[in-house]
Nanobody, 125 residues
Framework: QVQLTVSGGGLVQTGGSLRLSCAAS????????MGWFRQAPGKEREFVAA????????YYADSVKGRFTISRDNAKNTVYLQMNSLKAEDTAVYYC??????????????????WGQGTQVTVSS
């Protein structure tokens, strides 16, 4: 049974940092794309960042480029989202997803097969 366990959310002030973790289990993810999405109140879920378990490809939304970094620890089967210089508009529930996805679809949440539970990130000004 595939399971994505998300942790690391919380409350932080503007300009602060948080690191989210997504621990994957239940299958081999070497061919998968792992992605982070977020959903703010009253808004649709939006793409944040993604990477492939194999290789060096990473993908970012324009709104987080230069501030967020996605990375992985193969030994721990865990994907991270390091979030720096946080802004109030980063406040949202953050989700981790996994899927067998072509590059052109990594920002499309519908392409993901598995999702973890969300974690709340609140940035106070």
């Amino acid at each position: 049974q595939v399971q994505l366990t998300v942790s690391g959310g919380g409350l932080v002030q503007t300009g602060g940092s948080l690191r989210l973790s997504c621990a994957a289990s239940g299958r081999t993810f070497l061919s998968y794309v792992m992605g982070w999405f977020r959903q703010a109140p009253g808004k649709e879920r939006e793409f944040v960042a993604a990477l492939r378990w194999s290789g060096d490809s990473t993908y970012y939304a324009d709104s987080v480029k230069g501030r967020f970094t996605i990375s992985r620890d193969n030994a721990k089967n865990t994907v991270y989202l390091q979030m720096n210089s946080l802004k109030a508009e980063d406040t949202a529930v953050y989700y981790c997803g996994a899927g067998l996805i072509f590059n052109q679809y990594v920002a499309n949440g519908r392409a993901y097969n598995y999702w973890g539970q969300g974690t709340q990130v609140t940035v106070s000004s």
